[in-house]
């Protein structure tokens, strides 16, 4: 009993030169019945079972950063769904999948950024997610850019972009202030493009966040605490095919907004 290389068809007997269902050519190509395989239906027609779906070798490390203040707290839902969602479509596509998740509040009030997972696994990201606690701030703007690029700067996002790849998620209510540092937020959108990191940020629209979305070549969605999972499904298919299929170009690639 043998079975096609190409398309795992499988036969018995004398096997022809090109197998019926494929085209491939058989006789020493063919291979012998491997385990799990399928065996001819009764018809004598071949069958085959589908090859299992293989996760494509790609190395993703994946930060997600959120505003933890009370603006927040009215999307606490929709922030845990949403990175549930996203967590599961990347670690479908992903052979391996790192995960930093990281805070910040408001500055004025010393609520300084707070780094909760670090190089953890997806259950763990989602369980830190769901304890965190939304309070203080609450009076927009807030120390958005600031968050963003501590985060940036405290993450050890992949050196090659070649073999692994560096995502941003930003959760974000409100506007922003202008940045402690004295950076925009353009120039905080270059920094990381200039890190090869794919962008998105999950918020309500405001100029300085459209801002840096543009300058970071990224992607916004909108924040919801009531999201609907299709429309999450969709995006995060959108986010997760956009990390795995620029791997091996070397380079950041434009992509398109979620509505």
């Known amino acids: 009993m043998t079975s096609c ?9 004398t096997v022809p030169p090109a197998c019926p269902s494929c085209g491939a050519p058989l006789g020493r190509g063919a291979t012998s019945l491997r385990r799990g395989a399928s065996i001819l239906a009764p018809s004598g027609a071949p069958t085959f079972t589908p090859a299992p779906r293989m996760k494509l070798p790609v190395q993703v490390t994946l930060g997600i950063e959120i505003d933890r203040t009370g603006s927040s707290d009215a999307f606490r ?3 845990a769904t949403s990175s549930e ?5 990347i670690g479908a596509k ?7 998740v990281g805070t910040h509040g408001d500055l004025d009030y010393g609520e300084a950024p707070v780094l909760h997972t670090s190089a953890g696994t997806p259950e763990q990201a989602l369980a830190d997610i769901r304890a965190i606690t939304y ?7 807030e120390h958005h850019l600031d968050g963003i690029l ?10 090659d972009s070649r073999t692994a790849r560096g995502a941003l998620v930003s959760f974000l209510t409100d506007e922003s202030k202008p940045s402690q540092s004295g950076m925009s937020a353009t120039e905080i959108g270059e920094a990381i493009r200039a890190k090869q990191l794919l962008f998105y940020a999950v918020c309500q629209p405001t100029p300085t966040l459209q801002e840096l979305v543009r300058a970071a070549n990224g992607m916004e969605i909108a924040i919801s605490d009531a999201p609907d999972r299709a429309e999450l499904q969709r995006a995060a298919a959108l986010v997760a095919a956009s990390i795995v299929a620029t791997v091996g170009a070397g380079g950041t690639v434009p992509m398109k907004t979620v509505a």
């Open 5 to 13: 290389v190409s398309c795992q068809a499988v036969f018995t007997g």
């Open 77 to 79: 839902r929709g922030i």
């Open 85 to 89: 969602v996203l967590l599961e479509a």
């Open 94 to 100: 992903a052979k391996g999948l790192t995960v930093y």
């Open 135 to 141: 309070a203080g701030g609450g009076d927009a703007p």
């Open 150 to 159: 501590h985060f940036l700067q405290t993450v050890p996002w992949p050196m």
